[in-house]
């Protein structure tokens, strides 16, 4: 088990060690624009910010226009699942009130299931 004084040293000694790396290649970009090399005007924030924000954005727009607009021609609904209130089941849909006639006929005749689910037998 090492001291802690010895951990702190050897804590000390990576952290310093790193900083003086970062700080040996951070040298260079501080240099002046070579000779021969065009000297550019700086760039308006503004432009730099509608640049950086508008690319993504229109991205963005290009990708959805992509996935949505085929469906939209075809007269197709691109509500999401939650909102659309056509479901559609396997098997056909049946009424609250048929499912419970249907259950009650079942137990009265001895309780034989013709479905599987949970309690469906082998």
């Not at 240099?31 to 760039?43: L, M, Q």
């Not at 910010?49 to 085929?70: D, E, H, R, S």
């Not at 999401?80 to 137990?107: H, I, K, N, S, Y």
């Amino acid at each position: 088990m090492t001291s802690t004084s010895s951990t702190l040293r050897r804590l000390a000694v990576v952290v310093g060690s790193a900083t003086l790396l970062l700080m040996t290649y951070a040298g260079p970009a501080s240099a002046d624009i070579p000779v021969g090399w065009s000297d550019p005007k700086p760039v308006p924030v503004l432009h730099q910010l509608l640049f950086l924000l508008g690319v993504p954005v229109l991205i963005t727009l290009v990708i959805l226009a992509a996935i949505y607009l085929p469906g939209i021609v075809r007269g197709e609904s691109v509500a999401p699942a939650g909102v659309r209130t056509d479901d559609q089941w396997f098997g056909g849909r049946r009424d609250t009130a048929e499912l419970q006639a249907a259950g009650a006929d079942r137990e009265a005749s001895g309780g034989d299931r013709e479905t599987g689910g949970a309690s469906g037998s082998w």
